[in-house]
């Protein structure tokens, strides 16, 4: 029998009644598995936090201590009626807490977080996790194993902080290491690079390590459970009546993530597709005794009938726009500039340019930096440097929006009514997305315009 990945993430684990509910849902698979776990809610950004403090003062890293425990009463002590397995458990994590201690006090004296320590030390929100759950299942007699990532090994390319799975050399190991008839608990966001060095696999990781670990056991299917109803038509928040969807393409996924939809990190399509591993969306806040997803990811490129399926927003992109006569037809000047970005660490997610302007758009902490490596590069032919930051990007996602025609029209006319002003439009790039900016203020009603005449 093919094994099934399971996601379950920080919001699953907040709260004593969040780990039993999530205890129910792996007794209700009844099957051997593999569950890949993200931190307790809060504690990656406490120890991106703690990180910063400790260096200044040792005596922060006890400040670190007080959030665990009152992570160690919700997460640990009321799980446990046995009282046996709750003293068993607690003296494991107070050495793993140990360890995390001693990567502290060494980032302390040496007044500094080398790459490879910081990758370290952030895996820990993650290790305390399958630690914890591991033993929550054991004490309910379940067959359930804790294996790491160096256990395995699974692979990476050894970039700290942002790593990507080397499948070649992962797929064996995970085969191997996770064979067994057994619920199989792994820490997410992290690997190990071939020198076997913690890397972590960027911000929201665990789902791609769980997609990835999907990927080499070949799984029946990744299932990532979340505490709201799979993919929606749009943001809830913002719409009054927004649809569930059933059914997304995994290029539609892959976009609504990407442009800021908060259900999967977007790189969890990637190693799931060319294999075509279907992703199950469960709502472990509806759930009551079936696994039956609320959404479904897959091959499958369906067109639906007002072809739009989800719109989302991010407003996580800015733009710097580099003005100069002839900047689009000159050549050289973007390649200077991106290598220059490159260099220093920054991704450019988009590239829109005319004839006159290089629009980048970047994510909202480069922004600053970025301007002024471009500033400093003196390039001739830019001769007005501009980075806007109030800025959001809305998306619409749907497979064949490129060819229905009228699309474009009713969305734009939508924005027109309500006096929406758009910045920027971008069709043509994906096949399944069209993106477009508008400022801060506006992006609520925008949102709300589009949804209205797609979805009422
Ligand atoms: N705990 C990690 C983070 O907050 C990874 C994850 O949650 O997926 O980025
Ligand atoms: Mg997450």
């Not at 490879?116 to 007699?141: A, W």
């Not at 505490?227 to 569930?244: E, M």
């Not at 000047?333 to 490159?342: H, R």
Request: glycine share 8%; charged share 25%; with cysteine.
């Amino acid at each position: 029998m093919k094994k099934i990945v399971a996601k379950f993430g920080g919001s699953n684990l907040k709260k004593k009644e969040d780990i039993q509910k999530l205890v129910r849902v792996i007794k209700t698979y009844d099957r051997p598995m593999v569950i890949v776990v993200s931190a307790f809610y809060g504690i990656t950004n406490h120890l991106i936090k703690s990180m910063e403090a400790v260096q200044e003062e040792e005596s922060n890293i006890e400040k670190l201590g007080h959030f665990l425990k009152e992570l160690k009463k919700e997460a640990i002590l009321e799980n446990f009626e046995d009282k046996e397995w709750q003293d068993k458990t607690l003296c494991a994590v107070q050495s793993r807490i140990k360890e995390l201690n001693r990567y502290l006090t060494g980032i302390h004296y040496i007044g500094d977080v080398p790459d490879f320590v910081g990758d370290v030390i952030l895996s820990y929100g993650e290790r305390l996790s399958s630690l914890v759950l591991t033993s929550i299942l054991q004490s309910k007699s379940i067959d359930a194993e804790e294996v790491l990532p160096e256990q395995m090994p699974l692979v990476t390319d050894g970039e700290f902080g942002n790593a990507t799975v080397n499948f070649d050399i992962s797929t064996p190991n995970v085969q191997k290491r996770l064979a067994g008839n057994k619920i199989y608990v792994v820490p997410g966001f992290y690997g190990v690079s071939e020198q076997g060095k913690i890397t972590l696999l960027g911000r929201g990781g665990s789902d791609y390590s769980a997609a990835a670990l999907a990927r080499c056991l070949d799984a029946e299917s990744l299932d990532v459970w979340k505490d709201v109803d799979g993919f929606l038509s749009a943001d809830p928040k913002l719409v009054k009546t927004p649809q569930r969807v059933t059914h997304l393409s995994y290029a539609e996924a892959a976009e609504l993530s990407y442009f800021g939809a908060s259900i999967l990190h977007p790189r969890t399509v990637e190693p799931l597709k060319e294999v075509g591993i279907p992703i199950h969306i469960g709502n472990i806040d509806a759930f009551t005794d079936s696994v039956k997803p609320r959404t479904v990811v897959h091959g499958k490129e369906t067109v639906s009938e007002c072809i739009i399926k989800s719109v989302t927003y991010s407003d996580d992109f800015c733009i710097l726009k580099l003005r100069g006569a002839g900047v689009g037809v000159k050549k050289g000047v973007l390649a200077k500039v991106t290598v220059a970005l490159d260099k220093a660490g920054i991704n450019i997610k988009s590239v829109i340019t005319s004839q006159i302007v290089i629009n980048l758009l970047l994510a909202e902490k480069d922004i600053r930096r970025a301007y002024k490596i471009v500033e400093e590069l003196e390039l001739s032919s830019i001769t007005e440097l501009i980075a806007s930051e109030q800025m959001s990007t809305i998306a619409v996602v749907g497979e064949g929006l490129l060819d229905a025609p009228g699309v474009s029209g009713r969305l734009f006319m939508s924005l027109a009514k309500r006096s929406i002003n758009v910045e920027m439009i971008v069709s043509g790039a994906s096949a399944v997305a069209s993106y477009f900016m508008v400022s801060n203020k506006d992006r609520n009603a925008a949102i709300e315009a589009i949804h209205e005449e797609f979805f009422s």
